[in-house]
C-alpha cells in the first residue's frame, strides 16, 4: 500500500528489505496540533535572532574585526559555498528516498526539504526534523510503526556517516595525515567518543532481543528494527549512498569554502572535527541555532587551529547559508504538500 501523499505509487521501503514491511494504515482522525503554525512561529524567532547576532557583530568593537572580515570575503567562494549548501540538501533527498521509496517521487522530495527546514529552524536538529516528517507521513496513512522504523533507520544511517567522518578525521589528525598537528587527546577523543557510539548502537538490537517483548517498549522496538534497516542498507549499498556522502561532505565543504572566503586555509581534519563536534551545540532549544551554533563552531575550529576572526567571519556566512537555503526550499516544499492536500480534499468534495 503506498502513501497517498501525491499521485502514483512505489516499491515497498528500502529500510526493510529482505522482509516484508509493516503495512501502512489510514488514519480517519485529524492529529493534533500544527507544525506548520510551529515551523513559521520558529522562523520569526529565528529572524529576530539573525537580526540580533548581525547588530551585536555589528556594535561590539572587539566583533567589529569579524565585520571587516566578512566584508572582505571572495564573494567567489561564497557563491561556491551557496552551491555546495545545495548539493548537501540535494544529497539528503536522494537518501530521503532511499528509506522512504514507497512515496510518491514529488511529495518525497517535498518531505525531504520540509524535513530539512524544520532540521535548520527547529532546536534538537535532525530529530525535529524526523518528529515534522512523521507528523506529516501519519497523516497521509503510514502506520506509525513504519514512520518510526524508517526514520530511524534514516536518522542512524546518516548518524553514521558521521561518526565514520569524526573517526576518519581524528585518526587523520593523530597522523598528521592532513597536515594537522595538535595534541593526541585532540585527535583521540573524538575516535573513541565516535567507536563508544557505534558500539551502544549497535549492541542496542541484542540487548533487545534478549529482553521480552512484553517488556519492551513498543517504540523501542520500532527503533532497533530501524537500527538494523541501517546496518542493512551499510551492507547491502545501492547508489543513494552517495546521497548521505553528499549532505554531510558538501556541508562540511561549505564550511570550508567559507574559510577560503577570507583568505584562509584550513586543514581537512580540524575542519570535520570543528564541524562535526561544533555542531553538538546546535541541540540547545535555541530557534535556528543563531548565537548558539556560532559559538559552538568557531570555538571548536579556533581549538583546532583556525585564527579567532576568520573563524567568526567563516562561521558567520556559513551559518546564514546553511539555514536560508534549506529553509526556503523547505517553506515552498511544505507549501506544495499543502497545495495537493487542498487539491486532493477539492476533488473528494466534488466527487461526493
Not at 9 to 22: H, I, L, N, T, V
Amino acid at each position: 500500500m503506498s502513501v497517498t501523499l501525491g499521485p502514483g505509487q512505489a516499491a515497498g521501503g528500502a529500510a526493510s528489505r529482505g522482509r516484508r514491511p509493516p503495512c501502512a494504515t489510514r488514519t480517519t482522525g485529524r492529529p493534533t496540533g500544527n507544525p506548520g503554525a510551529s515551523v513559521r512561529r520558529r522562523l520569526v524567532s529565528a529572524l529576530v535572532l539573525a537580526t540580533a547576532t548581525i547588530t551585536l557583530v555589528l556594535a561590539v568593537p572587539p566583533l567589529r574585526a569579524t565585520a571587516r572580515q566578512i566584508a572582505a570575503m571572495h564573494p567567489a567562494w561564497v557563491v561556491m559555498a551557496v552551491v555546495l549548501e545545495v548539493a548537501s540538501c540535494a544529497g539528503y533527498v536522494v537518501v530521503f528516498r532511499w528509506f522512504f521509496d514507497e512515496v510518491p517521487p514529488g511529495p518525497a522530495r517535498d518531505l525531504a526539504w520540509t524535513e530539512e527546514a524544520s532540521g535548520a529552524l527547529l532546536p534538537t536538529g535532525g530529530l525535529g526534523a524526523l518528529a515534522i516528517g512523521g507528523w506529516l507521513l501519519r497523516q497521509a496513512g503510514m502506520s506509525t510503526r513504519q514512520i518510526i522504523e524508517r526514520s530511524s533507520a534514516l536518522f542512524f544511517f546518516t548518524s553514521g556517516a558521521n561518526v565514520a567522518a569524526l573517526v576518519g578525521a581524528g585518526t587523520m589528525l593523530a597522523t598528521g595525515g592532513a597536515g594537522g598537528h595538535k595534541p593526541l587527546a585532540l585527535a583521540g577523543i573524538p575516535i573513541l567518543i565516535g567507536l563508544a557510539a557505534t558500539g551502544v548502537t549497535l549492541s542496542l538490537p541484542v540487548v533487545v532481543r534478549r529482553m521480552s517483548r512484553r517488556r519492551s517498549p513498543t517504540w523501542l522496538v520500532d527503533t532497533v528494527a530501524g537500527i538494523e534497516g541501517a546496518v542493512h542498507a551499510v551492507l547491502h549499498p545501492n547508489w543513494r549512498v552517495l546521497g548521505a556522502v553528499a549532505y554531510l561532505g558538501c556541508d562540511i565543504a561549505a564550511l570550508g569554502a567559507a574559510f577560503a572566503a577570507t583568505g584562509h586555509a584550513i586543514p581537512v581534519d580540524a575542519l570535520i572535527l570543528g564541524y562535526l563536534i561544533g555542531y553538538l551545540a546546535n541541540m540547545l532549544p535555541v530557534p535556528g541555532g543563531f548565537g548558539i551554533l556560532e559559538a559552538g563552531l568557531a570555538g571548536t575550529l579556533i581549538l583546532y587551529g583556525a585564527p579567532a576572526t576568520q573563524a567568526a567571519a567563516a562561521v558567520i556566512v556559513y551559518h546564514a547559508i546553511a539555514f536560508w537555503v534549506p529553509s526556503l526550499g523547505g517553506l515552498i516544499g511544505y507549501a506544495r504538500l499543502r497545495r495537493a492536500d487542498r487539491a486532493r480534499l477539492a476533488a473528494r468534495v466534488a466527487d461526493g
